[in-house]
Nanobody, 120 residues
């Protein structure tokens, strides 16, 4: 059974930093594209950052230069380092694992989410 378990969320002051993690099990981690998404109250879920099987990253414009995603294939874990946090970064952050074959997603898994709140 595939599980994605996020951790590391919490309350942080504006300008602060936080790192969230997503530990995967039940899948061949290195073959999955991993991504982070977030959903704020009353808003649609949006892509924040992604990292390909080859380690190529991309980011939403709103977080470029502030957030960094990385992964450790030996630990089956993907990370999202968030710096210079703003109130508008407040959301539930979700981890996603996609197995992509010939540009098609053939397996798609989501974590349960972790709350990040940026407030003074």
């Amino acid at each position: 059974q595939v599980q994605l378990v996020e951790s590391g969320g919490g309350l942080v002051q504006p300008g602060g930093s936080l790192r969230v993690s997503c530990a995967a099990s039940g899948l061949t981690f290195a073959t999955y594209t991993m991504s982070w998404h977030r959903q704020a109250p009353g808003k649609e879920r949006e892509l924040v950052a992604a990292i390909s099987t080859g380690g190529i990253t991309n980011y939403a414009d709103s977080v470029k230069g502030r957030f960094t995603t990385s992964k450790d294939n030996t630990k089956n874990t993907v990370y999202l380092q968030m710096n210079s946090l703003k109130a508008e970064d407040t959301a539930v952050y979700y981890c996603r694992a996609q197995l992509i074959f010939n540009t098609q997603t053939v397996r798609d898994y989501w974590g349960q989410g972790t709350q990040v709140t940026v407030s003074s």
